[in-house]
């Protein structure tokens, strides 16, 4: 039996790989359509692409056919052949629109696919032979965008590939042709040559930071010329552009982006990614919480770079106003939000920020007078976050707990509004400790818009914390009589429940300060944190002794004797003070009075501690 399941899993994932193999070998990856990234599993190569795009007219009308050639350049170092291909034609204003229909010059190497439900809006490959060269005919439709640009992912090989190669742009006639890319370096394609940037002769500085630029630098006041911890970033107005310079420590990648609020999504960003010896610097737009998608024009000038000490430098140019087609490219005559983040990178693909992006506290207008701007890498929500659940588990909780555990005894004669004080104390604390943590467990949703999956398995403690700080009143509500039989049974739970609630909660709290959203610094954080724990132990274990009897204040006066001896006479007189017991309690009540104050006063001032760093970071 175990060797026929054995089989059936060997066949089943043979059947699997054969139909993946087989999919990308006969060309028909309409799955890829949107992207246009084959399902590999390898990141794209980001080597200049070695092949030729070109066109046969630029101009056209609806109806015109054009063809479109793509080829291997004659210098390619290495196979001089490709296996695999996907072309389609974009609206340069809106790279997401796929445009018109192909026709088919070689039917044995080429086929069409209907793309975003359009019929033989893509070509693909046929086999994975070697080809040199593949050509087709690109239809303009009737409702043909002003502007088409090609885009080609080409793939040589399983872990070797480019996408979205950005090909040459035809425009409708009469229309001015917008500014264009090309990887090609053959005579008559249209081309816009790549930027060449060069490297830096000087480092940048702070130095006329809000006089004569304007600066963004974490951690604040920072000098990038002789701290390389420095976040880095300024930009000044020269002319009809804005010259950016951004420094920092990186292992792949420094980014800016400039933004309409202070949410990631639908931003303008400008990445400085750090390619072995070299830096490629990239504008891009970003969608939701998903990787850049790289500007297929060239909109950056005067570009420059430089590597030293682990820190990534560039600088460059860019216009205030692009053209209409350039899409995705925010102009820099409005105020935005500005975001700095940095990350890894591996072979020219960025990975995901290494810590929460800087954001500047206000819109900034970028035209406008020079400033020296203050950020924080922690968003408002997620502070309110963590100082509510601060509050909530290392000071309201904790004093509750010890109203009720050592101080029913006290103010026999005292009621508020009915109730006893201490049973009154500690509902209302435990009522705000409950309160408290509603509020903050939402807070983070709010932020998130759902649930954070990078979070670890903090998000989820927070919801057992949640869900026992609600039990607590519930079961509360439902507690038997004091002389009840069962009464021992509430009272067991009810400790135990709210006991687990509160370990949970300073388990879950340890690993939030950790969290990119809300990230103290380590490690005195922690231990302020730990200092709040161990002093409620402290004076929880003291409270207990005392209850136990193990520190009889009040008993020491039951065997006080006091001696006094008469001038120039040997007789003692010795007179034994014996206290009355209501004078032992007021002794003992003194004694818990003196620990609860210098307990407060030690855990205020810690806690104090902690919600100023949580407003600075």
Same mark, same amino acid.
């Given at each position: 039996?175990?060797?026929?399941?054995?089989?059936?899993?060997?066949?089943?994932?043979?059947?699997?790989?054969?139909?993946?193999?087989?999919?990308?070998?006969?060309? /028909?990856?309409?799955?890829?359509?949107?992207?246009?990234?084959?399902?590999? !599993?390898?990141?794209?190569?980001?080597?200049?692409?070695?092949?030729?795009? /070109?066109?046969?007219?630029?101009?056209?009308?609806?109806?015109?056919? #054009?063809?479109?050639?793509?080829?291997?350049?004659?210098?390619?170092?290495?196979?001089?052949?490709? /296996?695999?291909?996907?072309?389609?034609?974009?609206?340069?204003?809106?790279?997401?629109?796929?445009?018109?229909?192909?026709?088919?010059?070689?039917?044995?190497?080429?086929?069409?696919?209907?793309?975003?439900?359009?019929?033989?809006?893509?070509?693909?490959? *046929?086999?994975?032979?070697?080809?040199?060269? @593949?050509?087709?005919?690109?239809?303009?439709?009737?409702?043909?965008?002003?502007?088409?640009?090609?885009?080609?992912?080409?793939?040589?090989?399983?872990?070797?590939?480019? @996408?979205?190669?950005?090909?040459?742009?035809?425009?409708?006639?009469?229309?001015?042709?917008?500014?264009?890319?090309?990887?090609?370096?053959?005579?008559?394609?249209?081309?816009?040559? $790549?930027?060449?940037?060069?490297?830096?002769?000087?480092?940048?500085?702070?130095?006329?930071?809000?006089?004569?630029?304007?600066?963004?630098?974490?951690?604040?006041?920072?000098?990038?010329?002789?701290?390389?911890?420095?976040?880095?970033?300024?930009?000044?107005?020269?002319?009809?552009?804005?010259?950016?310079?951004?420094?920092?420590?990186?292992?792949?990648?420094?980014?800016?982006?400039?933004?309409?609020?202070?949410?990631?999504?639908?931003?303008?960003?400008?990445?400085?990614?750090?390619?072995?010896? &070299? @830096?490629? $610097?990239?504008?891009?737009?970003?969608?939701?919480?998903?990787?850049?998608?790289?500007?297929?024009?060239? @909109?950056?000038?005067?570009?420059?770079?430089?590597?030293?000490?682990?820190?990534?430098?560039?600088?460059?140019?860019?216009?205030?106003?692009?053209?209409?087609?350039?899409?995705?490219?925010?102009?820099?005559?409005?105020?935005?939000?500005?975001?700095?983040?940095?990350?890894?990178?591996?072979?020219?693909?960025?990975?995901?920020?290494?810590?929460?992006?800087?954001?500047? &506290?206000?819109?900034?207008?970028?035209? !406008?007078?020079?400033?020296?701007?203050? !950020?924080?890498?922690? +968003?408002?929500?997620? /502070?309110?976050?963590?100082?509510?659940?601060? #509050?909530?588990? %290392?000071?309201?909780?904790?004093?509750?707990?010890?109203?009720?555990?050592?101080?029913?005894?006290?103010?026999?004669?005292?009621?508020?509004?009915?109730?006893?004080?201490?049973?009154?104390?500690?509902? %209302?604390?435990?009522?705000?400790?409950?309160?408290? *943590?509603?509020?903050?467990?939402?807070?983070?949703?709010?932020?998130?818009?759902?649930?954070?999956?990078?979070?670890? #398995?903090?998000?989820?403690? !927070?919801?057992?914390?949640?869900?026992?700080?609600?039990?607590?009143?519930?079961?509360?509500?439902?507690?038997?009589?004091?002389?009840?039989?069962?009464?021992?049974?509430?009272?067991?739970?009810?400790?135990?429940?709210?006991?687990?609630?509160?370990? $949970?909660?300073?388990?879950?709290? =340890?690993?939030?300060?950790?969290?990119?959203?809300?990230?103290?610094?380590?490690?005195?954080?922690?231990?302020?944190?730990?200092? $709040?724990?161990?002093? =409620?132990?402290?004076?929880?274990?003291?409270?207990?002794?005392?209850?136990?009897?193990?520190? +009889? #204040?009040?008993?020491?006066?039951?065997?006080?004797?006091?001696? &006094?001896?008469?001038?120039?006479?040997?007789?003692?007189?010795?007179?034994?003070?014996?206290?009355?017991?209501?004078?032992?309690?007021?002794?003992?009540?003194?004694?818990?009075?003196?620990?609860?104050?210098?307990?407060?006063?030690?855990?205020?001032?810690?806690?104090?501690?902690?919600?100023?760093?949580?407003?600075?970071?």
């Amino acid at each position: 039996m175990e060797v026929l399941t054995n089989m059936w899993i060997v066949l089943l994932l043979l059947s699997v790989c054969s139909e993946t193999v087989m999919c990308y070998s006969n060309g /028909k990856v309409e799955v890829a359509c949107g992207d246009m990234t084959p399902g590999h !599993g390898f990141d794209p190569s980001t080597k200049d692409p070695p092949f030729n795009i /070109k066109v046969d007219k630029s101009q056209f009308s609806p109806g015109d056919e #054009i063809k479109v050639t793509l080829s291997m350049m004659a210098s390619s170092e290495g196979k001089h052949y490709f /296996k695999g291909f996907l072309i389609e034609a974009r609206n340069a204003g809106n790279l997401n629109e796929i445009v018109g229909s192909f026709k088919l010059i070689s039917p044995d190497i080429s086929q069409l696919l209907n793309c975003d439900n359009k019929e033989g809006s893509a070509v693909s490959h *046929t086999s994975d032979a070697h080809k040199t060269e @593949v050509q087709v005919i690109w239809v303009a439709p009737s409702d043909s965008p002003p502007s088409v640009q090609f885009l080609v992912t080409v793939a040589r090989g399983y872990k070797e590939y480019w @996408v979205k190669i950005p090909g040459p742009v035809v425009s409708q006639n009469g229309v001015a042709p917008p500014s264009q890319t090309s990887f090609g370096g053959s005579t008559g394609v249209q081309t816009t040559q $790549i930027t060449t940037s060069s490297i830096l002769s000087h480092s940048f500085t702070s130095e006329g930071c809000g006089s004569t630029k304007s600066c963004l630098r974490d951690p604040e006041g920072c000098d990038p010329q002789n701290n390389t911890a420095c976040h880095f970033l300024s930009f000044r107005t020269l002319g009809s552009s804005v010259m950016f310079e951004l420094s920092g420590p990186a292992e792949g990648y420094v980014s800016f982006a400039l933004s309409l609020d202070k949410w990631m999504g639908d931003d303008d960003v400008y990445l400085c990614i750090r390619d072995t010896d &070299t @830096v490629d $610097i990239k504008a891009g737009y970003v969608s939701g919480r998903h990787h850049p998608e790289y500007t297929s024009q060239n @909109v950056l000038k005067d570009t420059a770079w430089r590597l030293s000490d682990g820190v990534i430098q560039c600088s460059f140019r860019r216009d205030v106003r692009l053209p209409p087609e350039i899409l995705n490219r925010f102009s820099l005559d409005q105020m935005y939000y500005l975001f700095m983040a940095h990350g890894r990178a591996e072979n020219g693909r960025t990975h995901r920020h290494d810590r929460q992006p800087l954001i500047s &506290t206000y819109q900034t207008a970028i035209l !406008g007078p020079p400033e020296d701007l203050t !950020g924080s890498r922690s +968003p408002l929500l997620m /502070k309110y976050h963590g100082a509510f659940m601060l #509050i909530a588990w %290392m000071s309201t909780v904790s004093a509750g707990v010890i109203m009720a555990r050592y101080f029913k005894p006290d103010w026999p004669e005292s009621n508020i509004l009915g109730q006893k004080v201490w049973f009154q104390l500690h509902r %209302m604390l435990m009522a705000l400790t409950v309160l408290l *943590t509603l509020v903050g467990f939402v807070l983070p949703f709010m932020y998130r818009g759902g649930w954070s999956k990078r979070a670890g #398995i903090h998000p989820y403690l !927070g919801c057992v914390v949640m869900a026992l700080a609600v039990i607590q009143p519930l079961m509360a509500l439902f507690r038997p009589a004091p002389d009840a039989s069962r009464r021992y049974i509430f009272n067991w739970m009810h400790f135990g429940t709210g006991t687990v609630a509160q370990v $949970i909660a300073v388990v879950t709290i =340890f690993l939030g300060i950790h969290q990119q959203a809300l990230l103290l610094p380590a490690p005195w954080s922690t231990g302020v944190l730990a200092s $709040i724990v161990v002093w =409620f132990v402290l004076a929880d274990l003291v409270l207990e002794v005392h209850r136990r009897g193990f520190l +009889p #204040i009040g008993k020491y006066f039951k065997n006080v004797k006091i001696y &006094t001896e008469h001038i120039n006479s040997d007789d003692k007189e010795e007179v034994v003070f014996v206290p009355d017991e209501s004078e032992t309690h007021s002794v003992e009540f003194r004694f818990k009075n003196i620990v609860l104050v210098i307990y407060l006063c030690g855990n205020l001032g810690l806690l104090t501690l902690l919600l100023w760093t949580i407003s600075a970071v």
